[in-house]
Nanobody, 115 residues
Framework: QVQLAESGGGLVQAGGSLRLSCAAS????????MAWYRQPPGTQRELVAT???????NYADSVKGRFTISRDNGKSTVYLQMNSLKPEDTAVYYC?????????WGQGTQVTVSS
């Protein structure tokens, strides 16, 4: 089993920045791709960004140029640096890791961007 603990959410004004962290613990050997998803109010969960174990990244079009995903394999932690935040970025943000055919989810952290 892999446990994920997100942190770093909060309330920020439009144009501001936040950095989310997600630390994996438990059976962390063999963790592959790590990702961030978000779920805005009243909508479905959507992919924000992914990063492979080798550091290859992929982003949703809506966050390209504003968000940066990174990971520290030694700490089994994935980060999401969010800059130039917009009110439409308001959502619960979830981290997600893929390990040997199983996907694990964190409990989520709320990000609220005020206009």
């Amino acid at each position: 089993q892999v446990q994920l603990a997100e942190s770093g959410g909060g309330l920020v004004q439009a144009g501001g920045s936040l950095r989310l962290s997600c630390a994996a613990s438990g059976s962390i050997t063999g963790i592959g791709t790590m990702a961030w998803y978000r779920q805005p109010p009243g909508t479905q969960r959507e992919l924000v960004a992914t990063v492979t174990r080798d550091g290859i990244t992929n982003y949703a079009d809506s966050v390209k140029g504003r968000f940066t995903i990174s990971r520290d394999n030694g700490k089994s932690t994935v980060y999401l640096q969010m800059n130039s935040l917009k009110p439409e970025d308001t959502a619960v943000y979830y981290c997600n890791v893929f390990k040997r055919g199983v996907i694990y989810w964190g409990q989520g952290t709320q990000v609220t961007v005020s206009s």
